[in-house]
C-alpha cells in the first residue's frame, strides 16, 4: 500500500518539473511526511486542467456518495486504488474513466516484517528528484454546504523485486509513471486498455531505498525534517548493501 510519502518539494520544483503552475492563491506546504489517515491536501496535475496545479485532498470520495457521514466513511477507504480492479470498483471506476492524475512525490515509506519488527524503510528515485505517482480524482459537491470537494486515491499495483522483499507482508507499490507515460495517464481520448497497461511494477533500477530510523513511528515528534529520510542501521540490513 502507499500511504505515506514525502513531498519536501518547493512550488517552483513542480512547476518547472511539469511545465505549470500553482494558482496565485495556493494552500500547498513542502513536507517530509504526509500521512493519509491525516487526510492531507497534497499538489496533483489532473486531466482537463492544464490551466494549474490542483490542491486534492487525500481519499477519494465518487460523486454518487449522498451523505457527508457516507462521505467521510468511504474516504478512509479510498488512500489506494487497485490497478487490477481499478476499472470495475464503484469507487473508482468513473474516475478512471475521465479523471486521472499525478501526484508529485519525493519518495515514499513502507514497512518490512522482521520477525516481530516493523522496519520503515524510504523509497526514492534513482535518477529524477521527483517520482510521478498514478492517481485519480473525483469531484463531490457536499450535501450540506454545496461546496465542491476535490479528493484523491494513489494506484497500486503488485511489488516488483525491490518492493517485493521491502513491503513483505502486502507486496504492493505504488504505480510510478515514466516520464514518457505520463501524458498518457492524463489523456481521456485514449482506450482504457492502453491506459491499464501503464499500471505495471517499476522496472528495476528505478527505485533505490534505504533504512530509516524510528522517529517515523514517533506521533509526539515534529516528522517534518530531513532527518526523517537520514539512513539508519538496524544491524540486519542484508537485502541492500
Excluded at 21 to 29: C, D, G, L, N
Amino acid at each position: 500500500m502507499c500511504f505515506t510519502v514525502n513531498v519536501n518539494l518547493v512550488k517552483e520544483e513542480i512547476e518547472e518539473r511539469y511545465g505549470i503552475s500553482f494558482p496565485a492563491k495556493y494552500r500547498y506546504e513542502p513536507s517530509y511526511y504526509y500521512h493519509a489517515f491525516s487526510l492531507p491536501e497534497l499538489p496533483a496535475i489532473c486531466s482537463g486542467n492544464d490551466s494549474y496545479i490542483d490542491i486534492l485532498k487525500w481519499g477519494l470520495i465518487p460523486s454518487w456518495v449522498k451523505s457527508s457521514s457516507d462521505a467521510g466513511e468511504i474516504r478512509m477507504k479510498t488512500f489506494n486504488a487497485r490497478s487490477e480492479s481499478i476499472d470495475t470498483k464503484p469507487s473508482f471506476a468513473e474516475s478512471f474513466r475521465t479523471m486521472r492524475c499525478i501526484i508529485p512525490v519525493s519518495g515514499f515509506f513502507e514497512w518490512q516484517h522482521r520477525g516481530n519488527l516493523k522496519v520503515p524503510w524510504y523509497i526514492y528515485a534513482a535518477g529524477e528528484k521527483i517520482l510521478s505517482l498514478a492517481g485519480l480524482y473525483s469531484k463531490w459537491v457536499h450535501s450540506g454546504t454545496g461546496e465542491d470537494i476535490y479528493t484523491f486515491s494513489i494506484v497500486t499495483t503488485a511489488a516488483n523485486e525491490l518492493m517485493a522483499a521491502i513491503h513483505n507482508s502486502g507486496k504492493r507499490m505504488p504505480v510510478i509513471l515514466k516520464p514518457t507515460e505520463e501524458n498518457k495517464w492524463l489523456d481521456t481520448s485514449l482506450p482504457l486498455n492502453v491506459i491499464k497497461d501503464l499500471l505495471k511494477p517499476s522496472e528495476d533500477g528505478v527505485l533505490k531505498a534505504h533504512t530509516i530510523g524510528p522517529l517515523i513511528k514517533d506521533r509526539r515528534a515534529d516528522r517534518n525534517t530531513a532527518a526523517l529520510i537520514e539512513p539508519f542501521d538496524y544491524n540486519a540490513n542484508t537485502l541492500f548493501p
